[in-house]
């Protein structure tokens, strides 16, 4: 058994718990990974030749970490908080990709847009030292990119350069890699402890040098990083509700897939780094705790903390990272990072990043937000937010094409392995399903993260079974992930349900228990049944089917429970007409 989830946890977590504490190791276990995701990336820029990434570009990135650098040796719990910000995974790992990955094996970008370049995707180090910079309050001065007629500061905000870019970017790239298989980094060590390891000393252990590498620290190329868990393995963890797989599309006031490159991007070529010019770069100076953004032809910005852990302008052109009010820490509402959808596997449903947020559309979901909290309280799992396991919001488009539910439209939302903190969703149709929708996708994070630890199963073989919430076949993994976040929600549902809530909502909620509690309930048997789970895992789906036994206690009306095993009976129905031959 590994030591760094001992078996009173995995219980714990089994039974769609988690206290401070567990969900604190999680939490450790998710930012040592980043860290030494972080470091492989720097270690790929090192080793790129120039073929792959110019010397400018390469140039550029090293001083942009050296900044990073200065910045963690100033106030390094400030300046890493900044590399432990969700969106920051997504961007990493693309960079990793492709810097490593042969062009040969890249897949081919569709035939209107250009391929992909390093070198765009690699400027955005720039934005993450100068937020750590900032927020560490170190002098410094340092040379950002204009991408797209925005200069994005992660976690902080954007900045509108040019006057006819109306909306941050929803997308960092032209290219779709949904459907490939994402490398992965190499299996994370436990979190050290003690006072932080300087970023410059941090290897791919994620320890200082020296340090006992513990039983999972792999050894291999610094620059190649390992496969993917196995064969059919998503890299996004995320359900699109009642929107079945579909060609890419737009939404409302969405983004297409792929966005073309501006024309003031330098074309394909050996020296294609950001380089100084008119509309190509502007310089940020910190000093005395205030930014200075310059540029050729561009009235200085002054941004200033505004002591909630956000910068504020008086400058228009400043778009601000706004935070949801009333949560016990920061968590943004991301409306402008360019890496919030990008590589975003739910592409496939036509699902985008819904763009910047009218003002009315920021207080909609504020609202929702704080009617939320109190629901997360009545179900039993307030926890999630209060220990740190939120720290984004990412507004998505809705399901385009697919009919509304009770009359509340479609919803859809998600969550992406790289991006632990970070919950991807479209407008809910109230305070009670934005509460599930966050259950939903924060328990496949808590997954997710158990099993970077400790492996849960052995399953790598190309099966795919049958899962109820879905219309497609799901590997192993995916049966596992969908039977833990479902069996989540029937439990927060049956909590409502049982609360003094109006008649409405406790009508709702045991239809939603049903439903959940019919689904994970006609496939725990293939999970309990496994010869796959590790020992680890063995408890954790024990404790799931103890859970559903103990629901059983308390059962909603009957009329609920037929319309669920309806339901899910018509599923199985449908599955097995479209696979079985």
Known sequence: MNDRVPPWMLRELGRAEGGAQTLGVLIAGQRTRRLLLVRLLLDAVRAAPPTVLAPSAAALAREHWALLEAADRAAPDLARATLYYPLVGPWAERCVRLLTTPPHEMPPAPADQAAPRIADDLAHLGGLAVVAAARAGIGFRALLAVRDGWVPLPALGALRIRPHAEVPPAVAGPVSLAGQAHPAVPAVPAAPTGPAAPLERVTRSGREPGADPGPSASPGPSTSPTPSSGPGTDPVRGDAIDAPPRTAGNG????????????????????????????????????????????????????????????????PRWHPAHALEEAPHRVVLDDSDPYRAVDNALKRHGLFAFGTLTPGEREQWQTMWRAALPMLTVGGQRP?????????????????????RDGNGAHSSGTRREAFGAVLASAPSGPASLAATLVHELHHAKLSAVSDLVPLHTANSPRHYWAPWRPDARPFDGLLQGAYAHLALADYWQRVALAPVGAELRDQAWAEHARCREQVGAILPTLSGSHQLTEPGRMVVNELAALHTRMKGKPPPARYLARAAAYVETARLTWRRQHTR
């Open 384 to 404: 999630l937010v209060d220990a740190g396991l939120l720290d984004c919001v990412v507004p998505m488009t809705r399901p385009p094409e697919v009919p509304p």
């Open 252 to 315: 409302p006031r969405g983004h297409p897939p792929h966005a073309p490159w501006p024309p003031d991007v330098a074309g394909p070529g050996p020296d294609y780094g950001p380089r100084p010019g008119p509309g190509r770069t502007v310089e940020v100076r910190g000093a005395d705790g205030v930014l200075t953004v310059i540029g050729p032809g561009l009235p200085p910005v002054v941004l200033r903390p505004d002591g909630h852990g956000g910068w504020r302008s008086d400058d």
